[in-house]
């Protein structure tokens, strides 16, 4: 039987993979403009997708409670 948060979880995955492009891309920037610093929101977009990974996790474990693998 398929897990019935299947959709869920991918849809959380494709948010994962976006938040982590936004904060490279905030990097790669900071970088190019000769910055030293970390972006101020950096550190803001990683905790956005560490929750979201663990809601991925939490989703989709299953009854035994043994969770399935963060990424396919």
Do not use: H, V, W
Request: proline content about 3%; overall charge negative.
């Amino acid at each position: 039987m398929a897990n019935e948060f299947d959709d869920i979880c991918r849809r959380l995955e494709a948010i994962t993979e976006e938040l982590t492009d936004l904060a490279i891309a905030r990097l790669q920037d900071s970088i190019d403009a000769g910055g030293t610093e970390l972006p101020i929101d950096e550190k803001r977009l990683n905790r956005a997708r560490r929750s979201i990974e663990k809601a991925r996790m939490i989703l989709s474990s299953d009854a035994s409670g043994s969770a399935a693998p963060l990424y396919d």
